[in-house]
């Protein structure tokens, strides 16, 4: 397991061939090989307080809302929130931890799949962030030399049994 910044590095210097981790956007397309959604993942908001109590308290003050440097679920959580905030970013879920639980920050929001990062931290609940985002990810690669095989895996993808891949992903 690679935190965001290493599987980035390691895609560029040839170290990780292929992810599942990033969603298409039109800069990663210039320079990534990438399929359709292989699966979607839900936005959640950790946090010591719950989705309700944060609500109550952006009624009184700008909430500090933690996101990881360099995703896509950045831009697209920021359309949707709309009581006033401040973004602190981060670059992995284990730095929003001591934040979180010293007040520094209110809350990280960024996929669901980080809610293993929490495990051990049973005041930072997840919680579905509202309204409901999912985020699609793709298998990508950088190296062209394996372009074939994200054409492969494409044409899986437009196959029925595509959802036996999206099973084996959850």
Do not use: C, W
């Not at 599942?20 to 839900?42: C, F, H, N, P, Q």
């Not at 609500?55 to 896509?72: C, D, H, N, V, W």
């Not at 509202?130 to 492969?152: D, G, H, N």
């Amino acid at each position: 397991i690679v935190t965001f910044d290493e599987l980035m590095v390691g895609m560029e210097n040839g170290e990780i061939y292929f992810t599942g981790d990033l969603s298409v956007t039109k800069e990663r397309l210039k320079e990534y090989k990438m399929t359709d959604a292989i699966v979607e993942r839900e936005i959640t908001i950790f946090s010591k307080l719950g989705y309700e109590e944060l609500m109550r308290q952006a009624k009184e003050r700008p909430l500090k809302y933690l996101f990881i440097k360099g995703t896509s679920t950045t831009m697209v959580v920021e359309e949707q929130i709309l009581e006033d905030y401040e973004a602190i970013y981060v670059n992995t879920a284990y730095e929003a931890i001591p934040l979180i639980l010293s007040g520094e920050a209110d809350a990280i929001i960024m996929d669901d799949i980080a809610k293993t990062r929490f495990e051990d931290v049973p005041e930072i609940k997840g919680e579905a962030f509202l309204p409901l985002i999912y985020s699609p990810v793709s298998l990508a690669t950088k190296q062209a030399e394996l372009e074939p095989f994200i054409e492969v895996v494409q044409a899986f993808l437009q196959t029925s049994e595509s959802q036996h891949l999206a099973r084996m992903y959850i």
